[in-house]
């Protein structure tokens, strides 16, 4: 099953988002885990990444990255022979996929309005407060206003909880952060979408879609580390097809 984000980007600009729903792995992992680096079966994992790319109809497979909670964004020329290190990816080319994983972390894809270059990103609150969407934001050559963004499936403000020293990290960069936070006991719930809809805002990106989908709350379609512990990873992704 996949998700097609609803945002009014070019004909010929391909994005998705995968559910858990129709691969291979085996519990606890059921059953389309896309994540290579969670304990499970490496050889069910690249079936699910086989069977993702030829329901997608993509000749050559998705640049997937290790993921390691940092403002690190790649450019890509052309496939890679290694994965990078790295929590979102750039392109202007044609017929390469950027993706991201995740099973919590917010998956923000980006395009600019004239469908001629495309990023995701891998937003956890980490990477979110040193500033990654900005780093992918920052690779494209048109001014912000011209880029749309879509907030994927990511958990949802009433079951993330942090702790102050989180909180107090965002509010340091920015004092509008503080609406994000709501107080749970000695800790606080945050908005994980709120913070990157202002992180965009702030950036200059107004057209801003999706972040309605929580995964911790939807364990029939979707992977939540925070949830199981052990799990898989669902995937967001785009590229720019040929017109």
Known sequence: ????????????????????????????????NLGMH???DAELVQQNRTLLQQQIGLATAPVWLNQIHSNRVVRLLSPLSEVPDADGSYTQNTNLACVVMTADCLPVLLCDKA????????AGWRGLADGVIEAALAKFTVPA?????????????????????????????????????QPHGDKWLA?????????????????????????????????????????????????LADR
Request: net charge negative.
């Open 38 to 40: 969670v304990g499970d």
């Open 115 to 122: 469908g001629t270059q495309v990023a995701a990103v891998h």
């Open 191 to 239: 908005d994980l979408s709120l913070l990157a809809h202002l992180r965009l805002q702030a950036f200059g990106v107004k057209d801003v879609y999706g972040g309605n989908l929580c995964t911790y709350s939807d364990a029939e379609r979707f992977y939540s580390y925070r949830r199981d512990g052990v799990t898989g990873r669902q995937a967001s992704l785009i590229w």
């Open 1 to 32: 099953m996949l998700i097609i984000p609803d945002w009014p980007v070019a004909e010929h600009v391909k994005a998705f988002s995968t559910t858990r729903q129709g691969g291979v792995s085996q519990p606890p992992y059921q059953a389309m």
């Open 145 to 181: 206003d011209r880029i749309i963004a879509w907030l994927g499936p990511a958990i949802g403000p009433s079951a993330f909880e942090v702790g102050s020293e989180v909180r107090d990290q965002f509010i340091a960069a920015s004092l509008s952060a503080s609406q994000a936070f």
